[in-house]
């Protein structure tokens, strides 16, 4: 197993725009094991993006099948949300967003088009929780989080809160 540290806001990386991936060589199916290593381990994880590893590339992950029993691994490289519709609210958490959660408002449905680690043309749609994941993912890769959804006055308690915590791990 090779679990990769996991970045957390502030950090810029989070906030670039991830790069198309041109060639999947052994250097990205690494990243893409390493990626799986990384969410299984965390327990509380249902989807990773590349960048939150520190690879600012468009290789996103998710498994949204019962957490003891992880058996649902979907990959895709090069995601793009092709179609989306209806609204659902729900409340959403990051790794990357340490100490926060809030309601965020997304699509209710989404499809998706990109390529699997086989390079495969894939098409998936989702909707519910499954959608939500998809949509969180993509965010990452375009340097948008979760808390970039929610009104400005609630993103800067927040900001404040975690310099404050930071602050205290520091002493």
């Known amino acids: 197993m090779a679990a990769r540290k996991i970045l957390t806001y502030p950090d810029t990386v ?14 990205v199916q690494q990243l893409i094991d390493d990626m799986a290593d990384t969410m299984y381990l965390t327990n509380c994880a249902i989807g990773l993006a590349s960048n939150q590893v520190g690879e600012p590339c468009r290789i996103i992950m ?3 099948s019962a ?11 090069n995601p793009e949300i092709i179609e989306a519709d209806g ?3 729900n409340e959403e958490g990051c ?4 100490d926060y959660r809030a309601d965020v408002k997304r699509a209710e449905r989404v499809t998706v ?36 959804h929610i009104s400005k006055l609630k ?13 205290e791990k520091e002493a």
């Open 62 to 64: 998710f498994d949204t």
């Open 95 to 98: 790794l990357s967003v340490i």
């Open 14 to 27: 989070l906030r670039e725009r991830s790069e198309p991936v041109t060639d999947i060589d052994g250097k």
């Open 67 to 77: 957490k003891d029993e992880p058996n649902e691994l979907v990959v895709l490289i």
């Open 155 to 167: 993103r800067e308690l927040y900001k404040r809160r975690l310099k404050k915590l930071l602050k």
């Open 113 to 148: 088009k990109a390529i699997d680690r086989e390079e495969n043309p894939i098409t998936i749609k989702k909707e519910g929780l499954g959608a939500i994941v998809l949509q969180h993912e993509i965010d990452h890769l375009n340097g948008t989080l979760f808390i970039d």
């Open 87 to 89: 609204v659902i609210v």
